[in-house]
């Protein structure tokens, strides 16, 4: 049997951007939907992502970097002191404000890593390393031992996501390692590739005769819209948010500047206030 499968990964918060890949993909005809982390945040993007995926039946989904920040701030395990413990927490308190609590529980099951037969083959699924989600670890020009702890078990494939850069390569042993890129948030460090920040994904066919073809694709989306929709949804951080769909920078980890937006729109405070509140 023929197996066309869309590898989708990093939507982060970007429905729109969501919604022109599923609209290729159906174009494509496609057979099945894997998802491979990095659902929600920083964009607007709330119960519509998760509506998304049922609706195409993802049959595969596991637990990306950004799945984890909303659960720690959930558990409360965050610093009062820390600028981007502050912008993550503003941002959980945005989803926590729209997210349908059957939605927040299906973050607190997802798995760190899943196991695909297809055919004759045995595909692994996780958002970056099987057992650690987080990391630069499999950074495309990382060495080649890093990419074989990929596979520890006798996999065929290994399918990771997280660098946001579509990515093919070998393990020492001539294993497949795909990456299909990202959905929401592109990015290039090399500034001629940096002006094509369309949403990425891949298409692996998998047919009798065994891996019969993998493809990466790159989407139009309107950027525009997106961001009417931020404003709409009055998102927190929204300037950054911008700055991020339309060069590709992201600043997440500049304190300084972080700092000065809390310190603007008072997001401390409101941190405080959501914590007390407690509700989920
Ligand atoms: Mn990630």
Known sequence: MKHK???LADVHGNSTALKSVIEDSIQEGVTDYWFLGDLIMPGPGTN?????LNDIKVSAYVKGNWEDSFLDVLNKNIDFNNATDIYVSRLVQYQCENLNENYINHIKNLPLQLTKQVNNLSISISHNLQNKNYGG?????????????????????????????????YSSNDQLIINPGTIGQPFFIWNKLQSDLRAQYAILEIDEAGIAEVRFKKVFYDVEKELNNAVSKNLPFIDLYREMLETGKTHSHEIELLQQIIDKFGYKNEIIKFFKKNYW
């Open 48 to 52: 519509e992502l998760f509506e998304i």
């Open 5 to 7: 499968i869309a590898l």
């Open 137 to 169: 670890d499999l950074w495309p020009t990382n060495n080649q031992k890093s990419f074989d702890q990929l596979f520890e078990y006798d996999y065929d494939i290994a399918i990771y996501a997280h660098t946001h850069h579509q990515l093919l390569r």
